[in-house]
């Protein structure tokens, strides 16, 4: 074997085109350039190629005279077979699932009959990363993605989160070219805010006032505040160059002498001053009038992490009419379900001089596209989440792709769930006018009602944020949810209330305070336009395409109570 493989590279670096191009950032040529091909690599027989990757699984052959390893490098999820003779490194090293390798050979087509249409015959290893079997903990078998959240920095090496990893980047793309090509304007809102959107007061703090008080407890142990008894011989120093001074002025000395007495002097004042201010230090956070005191904060104020980056973005759709923000958002809600994460990431996009329709469109509009690219440019890895995770993703995503959403209101919808009920379905929650639709409302309505996504419109007012416009019955808002099957709710979105006396109502209403809105009044103050948006929970849409159960797997580092790893 070696013979052959020695001789079939001296014939092919006698032909310029000899060697598979490399990645252009990398010393090595992707996986996916190879595999991926419409022949599967099999027209690149004869080449040489260097690679680098992960061994999956590796077993040795031929009374060890030589081993099979399947090699991954995350560019895809298929693996490439590497055959390495055991003159070439050490092969017990080499099997270990986790070891990383970089190796110099040469394609070949395997014995007919094989599932792989190329492999590679290794020439020389370049590189080994070795992995203790004891400890890694990994394995080849598969593992639940419970067990995973334990090793967030090790899982995206596994086949599933590897998977979803490159499912959501390529739907984040989709993102960005969906609102590039529709003339949107990517904004890049504040992940630090002051105003509260949701109104729930769901909000991670953003403060430097527990730091700075750990660090005056501190000190004022290791250097006591002054005494009374400190103050007054201070004091008494001051009295004393304040007499120096007087006397050297009636004695008409030089302005040398003076000059630098006064400078004593003052530096006597000066230290009195700071014993002063060092003596009232309190531990334990500043407060007034029995709050705790913000302006003694690094911003001056309270300061929150952003729910959302909507009302700041709005600032910009009434400047550039079409715009959108994509980025990480927080909620601090105490909840452990399968749906909820303490941090993830919306889509915004702010539409001026547009109503609700105009925002339904879009809506389903962007929707459509991503389930559509992904077809068309995730197909290798959503065919494995078919295989492994839910068989019903790619039909759920073509279906979403190719049909028209329904569009109901939501007194509709809750006289269908009504009649529903009435017919024998039980729902743990009630269901009734006014009530906020549950997860299992929703599937029921996408999933078995009308068997495709929906958007429910005009909902009522108390169940919605401030800044959605108010209908003319003065019950309900211009809002809109769109629903899908598997997650329910997807997209939530809403003409924004663009008259001034209607939302300062409307903040007053919900108890609250109107000083930190005032920026955000100005939009309706001066110029005020009618203007729509809505936010997609990027982590749902994930859900959704894959099919995967808990929102924790498929974000890279998932934040919920109690976690917060790396």
């Not at 994460?341 to 809506?363: H, T």
């Amino acid at each position: 074997m070696a013979d052959d493989l020695t001789a079939q590279l001296a014939t092919a670096t006698l032909d310029s085109n000899a060697s598979v191009q490399r990645a252009q950032f990398s010393d090595r040529v992707p996986i996916k350039s190879i595999i991926l091909r419409p022949d599967g690599g099999s027209g690149l027989a004869g080449k040489l190629a260097r690679v680098g990757g992960w061994v999956k699984t590796g077993r040795k052959a031929d009374k060890d005279a030589f081993a099979f390893l399947e090699l991954n490098d995350g560019s895809c999820s298929g693996n490439l077979q590497v055959i390495v003779e055991a003159d070439k490194a050490d092969l017990g090293q080499l099997v270990l699932t986790g070891t990383s390798l970089v190796v110099d050979g040469v394609l070949k087509l395997p014995p007919d009959g094989k599932k792989q249409k190329v492999e590679l015959r290794v020439e020389k290893v370049i590189h080994v990363g070795l992995v203790d079997p004891s400890k890694y903990p990994l394995p080849k078998t598969r593992l639940p993605l419970e067990f995973l959240r334990d090793y967030v920095h090790l899982r995206p090496r596994t086949n599933t989160i590897s998977a979803v990893l490159r499912i959501r980047d390529a739907l984040a793309y989709a993102t960005h070219t969906f609102f590039h090509d529709h003339g949107f304007r990517y904004v890049q809102t504040p992940i630090i805010t002051t105003s509260d959107c949701e109104g729930a007061g769901e909000m991670f703090q953003v403060t430097t006032l527990i730091n700075e008080a750990e660090k005056l407890e501190k000190d004022l142990i290791e250097n006591p505040p002054p005494s009374e008894a400190d103050i007054e011989a201070a004091n008494l120093i001051v009295k004393e160059r304040g007499s120096d001074v007087a006397q050297l002025k009636s004695a008409k000395a030089s302005k040398q002498e003076i000059g630098a007495a006064v400078v004593e002097l003052q530096k006597a004042k000066d230290n009195v001053v700071k014993l002063d201010e060092r003596s009232k230090l309190q531990p334990g956070i500043p407060r007034k009038d029995g709050k705790i005191d913000y302006t003694k904060d690094f911003f001056g104020r309270q300061a929150f992490l952003t729910v959302s980056g909507q009302l700041q973005v709005e600032s910009y759709a009434c400047s550039l009419s079409t715009v959108y923000t994509f980025g990480p958002t927080f909620r601090a809600e105490n909840s452990h379900t399968s749906r909820h994460l303490a941090e993830f990431w919306m889509v915004e996009p702010e539409i001026a001089f547009a109503e609700l329709e105009d925002d339904m469109n879009c809506a389903e509009a962007y929707v459509k596209y991503l389930c559509q690219s992904l077809l068309d440019n995730c197909s290798e890895d959503m065919e494995f989440m078919a295989d492994k995770i839910d068989k019903s993703c790619i039909d759920r995503l073509t279906m979403v792709a190719k049909t028209p959403f329904v569009r109901i209101t939501y007194t509709e919808a809750v006289e269908l769930l009504t009649e529903a009920v009435k017919n024998g379905k039980k729902f743990e929650n009630h269901v009734e006018w006014g009530i906020d639709l549950a997860s299992e409302h929703e599937r029921y309505l996408t999933e078995v009602r009308f068997q495709k996504p929906v958007i429910v419109y005009n909902y009522p007012k108390g169940i919605k944020a401030f800044y959605m416009r108010l209908n003319d019955d003065s019950k309900t808002v211009a809002a809109m949810d769109v629903l899908v099957p598997k997650v329910g709710e997807l997209i939530g979105g809403s003409q924004r209330e663009e008259r001034y006396d209607v939302i300062v109502s409307r903040i007053k209403e919900m108890g609250l305070p109107l000083e930190p809105y005032e920026w955000y009044l100005d939009l309706r103050r001066y110029g005020t336009v009618k203007h729509c948006g809505f936010g997609l929970g990027f982590e749902r849409m994930v859900l959704f395409a894959t099919g995967i159960d808990n929102i924790r797997d498929v974000i890279p580092f998932p934040r919920y109570p109690g976690r917060a790893d790396l």
